[in-house]
């Protein structure tokens, strides 16, 4: 049984008790993130405690803990949950109060943790995805736990036969429902830069960071939906699904319908990146 955290203790995950007045069980008040390990060590720990950071001072939740705190407290979860490779979820809540939309003047914040294992990396298969209309809110930014629309998103997803759904507002793709998107045309790699309608992906970040490194041309710009059919391969990053083509969109075929070369250079550069000394 895998152990987790709640506000100071660890104990077995089964075990673990949430108050029914928690303002993150009553109303989504609440961020959170997914910290992936890799034998046993946290990775890009500085860049996922900053959005949560960023996500916290979006929503007025005060920081429980300083980096240092988070990084030993987070550490010792993996170091109880057996090390080697993981993805530790985290969850911040504004904490117990009695049921009110106000914010309550002296609710404590509720802090949660949990670990569960990852296989080990093999090149991924090409997924199916579709597009959906992007029906969520305008602070996608915020890694809330509010995460309805994209679970009903999702569910639309597996139901047509597919993986995930790739986002389109007002005619340009925003991201998945738990991914970031990108896209490749003559060569050139482009992904919908930051903004307050997508998540700003640790692993969308890295990519771009390593890509561009190598000599990658990548831009940060608009992909709208003639560019996301036209283009010759598609992409779709996340912290535990790591960069995965995309085969087939909507029922068409995306290039070859097999992983393409710009992926397969940027997924090779992406696996090293990962092996470098403190990563």
Not at 89 to 95: F, I, K, L
Not at 129 to 152: F, G
Not at 174 to 187: P, S, Y
Not at 191 to 209: F, N
Request: glycine share 10%; aromatic share 6%; charged share 25%.
């Amino acid at each position: 049984m895998s152990t987790a955290y709640l506000d100071g203790n660890f104990a077995p995950l089964a075990e673990i008790r949430i108050p029914a007045l928690d303002r993150g069980f009553l109303f989504g008040d609440a961020v959170y993130e997914v910290v992936p390990a890799y034998g046993g060590s946290l990775f890009r720990l500085d860049q996922h405690l900053l959005r949560l950071e960023n996500s916290l001072n979006a929503v007025r939740i005060d920081n429980p803990h300083s980096r240092g705190q988070w990084s030993r407290l987070l550490g010792e979860l993996v170091e109880r949950n057996g090390g080697g490779d993981q993805a530790v979820y985290v969850q911040v809540t504004r904490g117990v109060a009695p049921r009110d939309h106000a914010f309550p003047p002296d609710a404590v914040p509720t802090v949660f943790a949990m670990s569960r294992g990852m296989s080990a990396r093999e090149r991924p298969r090409p997924l199916r995805a579709i597009t959906l209309e992007d029906i969520r809110w305008l602070r996608c930014d915020i890694k809330s736990t509010s995460l309805l629309p994209n679970v009903l998103l999702r569910q639309q997803a597996i139901d047509a036969g597919a993986d995930e759904c790739i986002l389109l507002r007002s005619g340009f793709a925003t991201e998945g429902a738990a991914t970031n998107v990108f896209v490749v045309r003559d060569g050139v790699v482009s992904t919908p830069p930051h903004g307050s309608l997508l998540l700003p992906g640790i692993t969308r970040d890295l990519v771009v960071e390593v890509a561009t490194e190598a000599g990658v041309t990548v831009r940060e710009e608009d992909v709208s939906e003639s560019d996301l059919r036209g283009a010759a391969e598609i992409w779709v990053t996340s912290s535990t699904k790591e960069v995965v083509p995309v085969g087939e969109l909507d029922g068409q075929q995306v290039g070859s319908g097999a992983p393409g070369p710009v992926w397969d250079r940027v997924w090779s550069l992406f696996q090293d990146y990962k092996r470098r000394p403190g990563a």
